[in-house]
C-alpha cells in the first residue's frame, strides 16, 4: 500500500475505517494501476459517470471479441457482421456499465461514504 499515491492511501483508509470489504476497496486492475502511479479513483468513490465508462467500456470489449470469436468458431457463423459485433458490444457494455455504476452509488451510500471529489477536498482543507 506505501506504493500507491497518497490521495490513494487515505481513500483506502477511509474506506477501511468504514468497514467496506478488503475487495471491494481495491479490484486488482485498480491496484495495477495505483502501483503505476495513477491517481484513479477506487470504483466506490468515482462518479457514475467513470464507472459507466470504465467498467461498461472493458466489457463491452471483452464481449465483442468473445461474441466475434465464438459465433466464428462454434456456430459458423463467419458471415456474421461486424455492425452485429459492435451492436451487441455497445449494448451489453452499456448495460453491464450502467448496473455496475448504479451498485457503485449504492455502495458508496450504504457505507456512507463521500465521493473522490469529496474526499480530495476535505484532505486539503
Given at each position: 500500500?506505501?506504493?500507491y499515491?497518497a490521495?490513494?492511501?487515505?481513500?483506502?483508509?477511509?474506506?477501511?475505517?468504514?468497514?467496506?470489504p478488503a475487495?471491494?476497496?481495491?479490484?486488482?486492475?485498480?491496484?495495477?494501476?495505483?502501483?503505476?502511479?495513477?491517481?484513479?479513483?477506487p470504483?466506490?468513490?468515482?462518479?457514475?459517470?467513470?464507472?459507466l465508462?470504465?467498467?461498461?467500456?472493458l466489457?463491452?470489449?471483452l464481449?465483442?471479441v468473445?461474441?466475434?470469436?465464438?459465433?466464428?468458431?462454434?456456430?459458423?457463423?463467419?458471415?456474421?457482421?461486424?455492425?452485429?459485433?459492435?451492436g451487441?458490444?455497445?449494448?451489453?457494455?452499456?448495460?453491464?456499465?450502467?448496473?455496475m455504476?448504479?451498485?457503485?452509488?449504492?455502495?458508496?451510500?450504504?457505507?456512507?461514504?463521500?465521493?473522490?471529489?469529496?474526499l480530495?477536498?476535505?484532505?486539503?482543507?
Amino acid at each position: 500500500m506505501d506504493r500507491y499515491p497518497a490521495d490513494v492511501r487515505h481513500a483506502l483508509q477511509a474506506m477501511a475505517d468504514a468497514n467496506v470489504p478488503a475487495g471491494m476497496r481495491a479490484p486488482p486492475l485498480h491496484r495495477l494501476l495505483w502501483r503505476m502511479g495513477l491517481r484513479v479513483p477506487p470504483p466506490l468513490l468515482a462518479s457514475f459517470g467513470a464507472n459507466l465508462f470504465v467498467m461498461g467500456g472493458l466489457f463491452g470489449v471483452l464481449w465483442g471479441v468473445l461474441w466475434r470469436g465464438l459465433m466464428w468458431l462454434v456456430l459458423d457463423l463467419g458471415s456474421l457482421t461486424l455492425g452485429i459485433t459492435i451492436g451487441s458490444a455497445v449494448m451489453a457494455g452499456l448495460l453491464f456499465g450502467v448496473m455496475m455504476a448504479l451498485l457503485m452509488r449504492y455502495q458508496r451510500r450504504r457505507y456512507q461514504l463521500p465521493a473522490w471529489k469529496t474526499l480530495l477536498q476535505g484532505r486539503m482543507a
